[in-house]
């Protein structure tokens, strides 16, 4: 498309405004040649220069409409033609306008705010601003649902994060090089420092495992183990510890794939010495229970509640269970509150307190353990009532000439035997057998003495399998998708935060449903936290030159940042400290701010002291030299009220460089 053609200018200065006019040229009949006839003034320069961006007057713009689809800078002799798009701004300017994926991670800032987590990862990680690429890529996890960095890229292109700017597959490979052990143990210490201690003045941790499948066989941990997903992989095996109080994940270490979890009670041990960890008691299930683990926790000076098996005939848990049975038939046994029937024995617990491989042990230590048991009748009755109607549908089948399955089959075999008389029969005394300890459960402990309070403990362990479901099934993170040993230990931290960003997301929408049951409020019974986070990242921000604001939030939106107990985001900036390293940064890459010139500098900080509105019509006015009828478009609100909020935008302006 051809530029429309100007009309003769002239230029002329008053005072410091350099003004555009035009002119017709007229016949001079003494001097027999043209001459400049009126001039007329159509417009002014912008910026005080004599070359610069013309603002053209409507009078003019009415008479020539052409130009409205245009910008004309002079320079020099010449006249440069922009042409503006739909939306009245330059098509230079409309590249610089960015619409981004906003509102769920703007929901997750406030809640690292909340936290010590990004307060933490500052301290930890400093260099490059690796604090903040760890939050996005946290935040990747969590949205993106995909472990796979190779989507990342795409992914920062349209989305608000902490780190602005998009990261390739190499440049995160490379940060999760830069994540150094130390530096993890450093942020484990300070997590530490952050955990509160129950009324008893002790800190309550859970601890569990879980296997992590990989197709790499270059990574060091890899090998092939018992595979809690049932997958045909080799795999590497993480140990979680989360406080029960917070729910938060404080701790992590990887294993060979191949070592039992029976085997990692030790080194657990030895982390929590590193990483000064006194007055807790550790939680964990029947995997974790054997008499070498509560040996080493003795001998560490390590408290602990562990679940202990039954399944092993002759152990000690079945013969307590066996010798309290009267009490658990009386229903004063009964706790109200768990609804279960207790028994508590005390137990002489010897061990060994130096004990070396190799010798037999002295077992000159004695220690006294509390063996709380549980029995609940209705989870006994579930199981006989299911073992019943299998034995019963066995024997109709067998009856009637059915085939079995393999599964009956086996029940078969294990509860059916030939009698000479009556045939196939149940044996009841095998039957009797099956079920003489379904509905127990044993925890033994050795400082807990109130049965209730470890049982408390003990069921609050939901919070590290809520963990690994986060991790793996919630984050995508069943596949490790890493074949560098060194940016591993990178890559499980990154997942080790976006879990425990998981967590506290899951943890305030729990609290907001249990807070508001009875009020009537919004229901989130059937909303997942995947779900919320993905309604509200439809909330879009628009970025430009100087400035940004927020889409219109409404409806249901509304209530899914009150469910997050965050509010409802606004147009200003996230916090002054963003918004003057992002500003700065933008003057400084364009030379507008000579930083030793003081009064320069004073001029920046006076616009950052402004309200969001007024800072973002200031910018918009003053560096992007729009109109107030194109800044009206951009922000949706009336010309009036621009030029309201542009004249106490200047006035805010000159009395802090004035008083300053």
Known sequence: MANPKLPPILINKAGSVYYVYTYKNVWDRELKRSKRGESKKIGTILGGQKDGKIRFDEAFLQEHPEFRNYQVERKGKDYVFTQISEEGITLEQARNIKKLYAGATWALDQIVADSPVGEFLKECFPRNKDYKKILSLAYFLILNQNNSVSFYESFAETTRLPYPRPLSPSAVTRLFQRIELRDVRRYFLLMRSYLQEDEDNKIILAL??????????????????????????????????????????????????????????????????????????????????????????????????????????????????????????????????????????????????????????????????????????????????????????????????????????????????????????????????????????????DSEKDPVKAWTAYADRWRVEDAFATLKDRLGCNRIRCSDNKALQGKTFVQFIATGLSLMVRSRIRCYMKENKKAGKLNLVYESDAKILQVLNNVMQTRFNHGYYFDEVAGKKIKYFEALGVGVLGAGPETPEDVQEELMSKLKASDYVDYEDELAVKFQEAILTLPEKQRIVFNLRYYDELEYEDIARVLDSKVETLKVNYHYAKDKIKEYILNR
């Open 208 to 445: 569990d495992s879980t296997s992590i499948s990989s197709y790499s066989t270059r990574l060091t941990h890899i090998e092939y183990g018992k595979n809690k997903d049932d997958d045909a992989l080799p795999q590497l095996n993480v140990l979680f510890l989360v406080d029960q109080k917070s729910g938060l994940p404080i701790f992590y270490r990887f294993y060979d794939g191949n070592v039992p979890d029976v085997s990692t009670i030790r080194h657990t041990i030895a982390d929590q010495a590193l990483l000064n960890m006194k007055s807790v008691v550790l939680v964990a299930d029947k995997g974790y229970n054997s008499v070498k683990n509560i040996n080493d926790c003795l001998i560490n000076k390590v408290e602990f509640i562990f679940n202990v098996r039954l399944g092993t005939k002759g152990c000690l848990a079945r013969e307590l269970i066996d010798e309290h049975r009267k009490e658990f038939a009386d229903l004063n046994s009964g706790d109200p509150y768990i609804r279960k029937n207790i028994a508590t024995a005390k137990v002489n617990w010897k061990y060994d307190p130096r004990p070396v491989e190799g010798k037999p042990a002295s077992n000159s230590a004695t220690a006294e353990l509390y063996y709380h048991m549980f029995y609940d009748p209705v989870i006994y009755q579930e199981a006989a009532n299911k073992l019943t109607e299998s034995l019963l549908t066995i024997k109709k089948k067998l009856l009637e000439n059915e085939a079995l399955t393999e599964q009956e089959e086996e029940l078969k075999e294990k509860f059916f035997r030939n009698d000479k008389e009556k045939g196939l029969i149940i044996v009841n005394r095998r039957v009797d057998d099956y079920l003489k300890y379904k509905g127990f459960r044993v925890l033994v402990s």
